[in-house]
Nanobody, 124 residues
Framework: QEQLVESGGGLVQAGDSLRLSCVVS????????MAWFRQAPGQERAFVAA????????YYSDSVKGRFTISRDNAKNTVYLQMNSLKPEDTAVYYC?????????????????WGQGTQVTVSS
């Protein structure tokens, strides 16, 4: 059973940067896709970015493309989300998720493991 633990959230001003981390423990393997989702108050959880564990193929939602970067460090079993040029509309709880296949997915129901979330608040 995989466990995902996020960290790095906080309160920042518009235009600032934050880096979120997700440490993965358990039976991890190279056939995983890792992703970040976010959920703002009153809204559904939405896809942000994903990366394959075996190769560095990445994909992003249109709302963060060009501002956010997902990466991973296999030696540390950690996935990162570098968030630059933050906007108030980026305010949300950010969740790390893992999927036991390498096919592309932006759907929450297709991810098998989730972290507890970390709050990101961007003030204007």
């Amino acid at each position: 059973q995989e466990q995902l633990v996020e960290s790095g959230g906080g309160l920042v001003q518009a235009g600032d940067s934050l880096r979120l981390s997700c440490v993965v423990s358990g039976r991890t393997g190279s056939r995983y896709t890792m992703a970040w989702f976010r959920q703002a108050p009153g809204q559904e959880r939405a896809f942000v970015a994903a990366i394959r564990w075996d190769i560095r193929t990445t994909y992003y939602s249109d709302s963060v493309k060009g501002r956010f970067t997902i990466s991973r460090d296999n030696a540390k079993n950690t996935v990162y989300l570098q968030m630059n040029s933050l906007k108030p509309e980026d305010t949300a709880v950010y969740y790390c998720a893992a999927r036991r296949t390498l096919t592309r997915s932006t759907t929450t129901s297709e991810y098998d493991y989730w972290g507890q979330g970390t709050q990101v608040t961007v003030s204007s």
